[in-house]
C-alpha cells in the first residue's frame, strides 16, 4: 500500500476547532430562534462580514434578521442538518415543498467571517484547493458536500457548485 492511500489520522487540534465552529453556527441559530436575542447573535459574527446571497431578492431572510430589518418571526430558520467542512459550517432546512435554504458561514478564530446563503437552490461543494492541503474528504471526486433537499427531489432547483 502506497504512503498515498494511508490517510493520516486527523489531529485532535482540528478536531477541536470543527467542534467549536459548529458550535458557534448552533449557537446563532438558537439565538434567533430564541426570541431574537441579537446580542447574542452579533458577538458571533465579525463586524465586516462578508454577506453572498443566492435566490430571489425578496428571500433574503437572514439578511434582513442580523440587519434588524425584519423581525426574527417573519421567517424561521430551523436548520435539518448541520455539518463541518473544513473551515466552513454548512446548515440545511426546508418547509415543506416550496423553501429550501443552504447556509455556508466560514469561521475564524471561533467567529463568523463570511456568509453564503443559497435559497431554493441545489449546493454541491467542491475542493478546489491544490493536493496536501487540510481539508479532509474521503471520497475521490473531490465532492465535499451535496445538497440533502428532502422532500424537494422531485422539484426543479437551479443548481450551483461551491468550490472551496
Not at 458550535?23 to 463586524?47: H, P, Q, R
Not at 467542512?85 to 458561514?105: F, L, M, P, R, S
Request: with cysteine; aromatic share 10%; charged share 25%.
Amino acid at each position: 500500500m502506497s504512503a498515498a492511500a494511508i490517510e493520516s489520522p486527523v489531529p485532535e487540534s482540528v478536531l477541536k476547532v470543527e467542534k467549536q465552529n459548529k458550535g458557534t453556527v448552533d449557537a446563532l441559530y438558537k439565538g434567533l430562534s430564541d426570541g431574537g436575542d441579537m446580542g447574542k447573535v452579533a458577538k458571533l459574527i465579525a463586524s465586516d462580514l462578508e454577506w453572498w446571497f443566492h435566490g430571489p431578492p425578496r428571500c433574503q431572510h437572514m439578511m434582513r434578521m442580523l440587519t434588524g430589518e425584519s423581525s426574527h418571526t417573519k421567517f424561521r430558520f430551523e436548520p435539518r442538518c448541520i455539518e463541518v467542512v473544513g473551515d466552513c459550517v454548512i446548515a440545511e432546512g426546508w418547509e415543506g415543498a416550496q423553501v429550501y435554504w443552504v447556509h455556508v458561514w466560514t469561521l475564524k478564530d471561533n467567529v463568523i467571517t463570511q456568509f453564503r446563503e443559497y435559497f431554493n437552490t441545489w449546493l454541491t461543494v467542491k475542493d478546489i484547493s491544490p493536493h496536501g492541503c487540510e481539508i479532509r474528504h474521503e471520497n475521490h471526486n473531490h465532492t465535499l458536500w451535496r445538497s440533502h433537499p428532502g422532500d424537494l427531489f422531485k422539484r426543479s432547483l437551479p443548481g450551483l457548485i461551491l468550490g472551496i
